[in-house]
């Protein structure tokens, strides 16, 4: 167990937490944005470039008399002026997103998770505990390759640092699973499949949670949940399908 779901550290604690959960999550979301301003920078300045070009194109079929072409330059702008339009407005939500401060991210964890602040506070109370456990679902350099931090398992609630950031009770898990993802990459001329495990989590107020995993992890963070919360539904361990996962909500 200590390989996958591993006691924290004092160390661990401070390189990680050391100003608190949400503040982490804030820290690491503004990460992510450095890259999302740069290439939506690039897409607003293209848009931009390509919009001033096609007016120039259109005024110069105006002074050419060529009339049949100012419709298709007209298209050529509007594609360009809404690529510019997309680009901008990524960044202003992006901006938005990263001046959240921490107490944003907390109403809005607790708001996605279905609880309260209080229970955020109580989450984050909890992370200092000495039984509190890091969730380790990959390794280290898979981990990086796809971008997934490490969760948390406190007492009483579990984070697997999922995009939506959610963050549950396991006294209010209904399901824990094993589950089979396809992702679709259509690139011509082939199609092509990738499978992926994951374990899937689902709160009695409809609320998932979801992590990148191997077999062995997966199936002994499952068993650790179950040993906590005998209720859970874990599909006697098999790996099921998205769908079937998608019929227990």
Same mark, same amino acid.
């Given at each position: 167990?200590?390989?996958?779901?591993?006691?924290?550290?004092?160390?661990?604690?401070?390189?990680?937490?050391?100003?608190?959960? +949400?503040?982490?999550?804030?820290?690491?979301?503004?990460?992510?944005? +450095?890259?999302?301003?740069? +290439?939506?920078?690039?897409? %607003?300045?293209?848009?931009?470039?390509?919009?001033?070009? =096609?007016?120039?194109?259109?005024?110069?079929?105006?002074?050419?008399?060529?009339?049949?072409?100012?419709?298709?330059?007209?298209?050529i702008l509007g594609v360009f002026a809404l690529l510019a339009v997309i680009g901008l407005a990524c960044i202003v939500i992006t901006v938005i997103?990263?001046?959240?401060?921490?107490n944003k991210w907390k109403e809005k964890c607790a708001k996605v998770s279905g609880y309260t602040v209080s229970d955020m506070d109580e989450f984050?109370?909890?992370?200092?505990?000495?039984?509190?456990?890091?969730?380790? %679902?990959?390794?280290?350099?898979?981990?990086?390759?796809?971008?997934?931090?490490?969760?948390? %398992?406190?007492?009483?609630?579990?984070?697997? =640092?999922?995009?939506?950031?959610?963050? %549950?009770?396991? =006294?209010?898990?209904?399901?824990?699973?094993?589950?089979?993802?396809?992702?679709?990459?259509?690139?011509?001329?082939?199609?092509?499949?990738?499978? +992926?495990?994951?374990?899937?989590?689902?709160?009695?107020?409809?609320?998932?949670?979801? =992590?990148?995993?191997?077999?062995?992890?997966?199936?002994?963070?499952?068993?650790?949940?179950?040993?906590?919360?005998?209720?859970?539904?874990?599909?006697?361990?098999?790996?099921i399908s998205d769908e079937d996962f998608e019929r227990l909500v």
């Amino acid at each position: 167990m200590e390989k996958y779901i591993p006691v924290m550290s004092g160390d661990y604690r401070k390189k990680h937490y050391a100003k608190g959960v +949400f503040h982490s999550i804030r820290e690491k979301t503004a990460k992510i944005s +450095f890259g999302i301003y740069i +290439f939506f920078g690039i897409v %607003l300045l293209g848009g931009a470039y390509g919009a001033c070009w =096609a007016n120039g194109r259109i005024e110069q079929y105006r002074l050419e008399g060529q009339d049949d072409m100012i419709g298709a330059g007209y298209v050529i702008l509007g594609v360009f002026a809404l690529l510019a339009v997309i680009g901008l407005a990524c960044i202003v939500i992006t901006v938005i997103r990263h001046a959240r401060g921490t107490n944003k991210w907390k109403e809005k964890c607790a708001k996605v998770s279905g609880y309260t602040v209080s229970d955020m506070d109580e989450f984050e109370r909890q992370t200092m505990d000495m039984e509190c456990r890091a969730v380790k %679902l990959l390794g280290t350099a898979q981990a990086l390759a796809n971008g997934q931090s490490d969760g948390i %398992l406190t007492r009483d609630y579990i984070y697997l =640092a999922d995009a939506h950031h959610s963050i %549950l009770k396991i =006294a209010d898990l209904k399901a824990a699973c094993l589950v089979r993802q396809t992702l679709k990459v259509d690139s011509m001329p082939i199609n092509k499949e990738h499978n +992926f495990l994951t374990v899937m989590l689902l709160s009695r107020n409809k609320v998932c949670a979801i =992590a990148e995993c191997t077999d062995e992890s997966g199936r002994e963070l499952i068993s650790f949940l179950k040993e906590r919360n005998p209720r859970i539904y874990t599909a006697d361990g098999n790996v099921i399908s998205d769908e079937d996962f998608e019929r227990l909500v």
